[in-house]
């Protein structure tokens, strides 16, 4: 008998499958035709097209199972009368949820050749929070996707179908992921950072370089929702952990406190300063107080 993972999934890779030719023409037309939303990031008919299909046959497939996709976040929602506990609290409180960032580093997308990324979650439950149990994961670019059920991590080549498991690799690379929102922040609340910085343009595709070893840790700030859930269940599952940046201490639930109270630009913004790093590695060793 399937899981939810399993079926979860299973689910998602035949649904990339059917969205991935919208995806590349786009990619190789010449013009993707952005607009700018309240919230200052782009958003395409191609985000618009992916998320769309994915929610509704998730919806049919998962009937009880609420969906939070990127672009409809805050769908149907007067912002203005609702505070954020309200705003949270029916999805989070299921004890499953499924998250999707339809084309994460739309700016990326929008200006082509640059790296991003489709990627959802499952989540499950956990006390007061959620905390991610199976995802998949898209480098169109790279022409490979990434998923997790169990204890295993997947790589698929999409051209030819191939498959393999995959384990993190030890890297001599020595840097770090970090936005440049968080940048400032680290400068203004006196963080160095230890290693030089990268940032990809989009904060899923930085987040698997952590997993696979690409990258030695990235940090986690003013990233939404969306763009944490898939590729933390990936990097748990290749020994990756989520610590709080002030204490070190590991981290095993996103809870509602954590979340932004300003619905109007930053509903599903993540406030709490996180890293994530292999298990092994001291937050210290990458960002620390000058």
């Not at 939810?4 to 649904?15: A, G």
């Not at 160095?192 to 990258?215: C, K, N, Q, Y």
Request: aromatic letters at 6%; proline letters at 5%.
């Amino acid at each position: 008998m399937h899981t939810i993972e399993t079926q979860f999934t299973t689910t998602l890779r035949q649904l990339i499958r059917e969205v991935m030719p919208t995806v590349l023409r786009a990619v190789a037309a010449e013009s993707r035709s952005p607009v700018l939303k309240a919230d200052g990031s782009y958003v395409t008919e191609t985000d618009l097209f992916v998320e769309r299909h994915l929610i509704e046959r998730l919806r049919k497939l998962f009937p009880t199972v609420p969906v939070l996709g990127e672009e409809m976040a805050t769908e149907g929602r007067d912002l203005g009368t609702v505070d954020a506990p309200e705003f949270y609290a029916s999805f989070l409180t299921s004890p499953f949820h499924i998250i999707i960032d339809p084309i994460d580093g739309t700016k990326n997308f929008v200006e082509g050749g640059k790296p991003f990324c489709i990627a959802a979650a499952l989540t499950r439950a956990v006390g007061d929070g959620i905390w991610p149990v199976a995802s998949v994961v898209v480098l169109p670019m790279e022409g490979v996707m990434f998923w997790t059920d169990d204890q295993q991590v997947r790589r698929e080549v999409l051209s030819s179908g191939a498959i393999e498991e995959v384990e993190r690799r030890s890297s001599s690379c020595r840097r770090i992921s970090v936005n440049s929102s968080d940048r400032a922040w680290l400068i203004q609340n006196g963080f160095e950072m230890r290693l030089p910085w990268i940032s990809s343009g989009s904060s899923v595709h930085d987040f698997m370089g952590t997993a696979t070893g690409e990258l030695c840790g990235s940090m986690v700030g003013k990233q939404r929702l969306w763009d944490l859930m898939a590729p933390l269940a990936i990097a748990e599952r290749l020994g990756c952990v989520l610590r709080d940046l002030s204490t070190g201490g590991v981290l095993s639930r996103v809870t509602p406190s954590e979340l932004s109270s300003d619905l109007s630009s930053r509903a599903w913004g993540i406030d709490r300063k996180m890293v994530l790093a292999p298990l092994g590695t001291e937050v210290a060793s990458l960002i620390a107080p000058v």
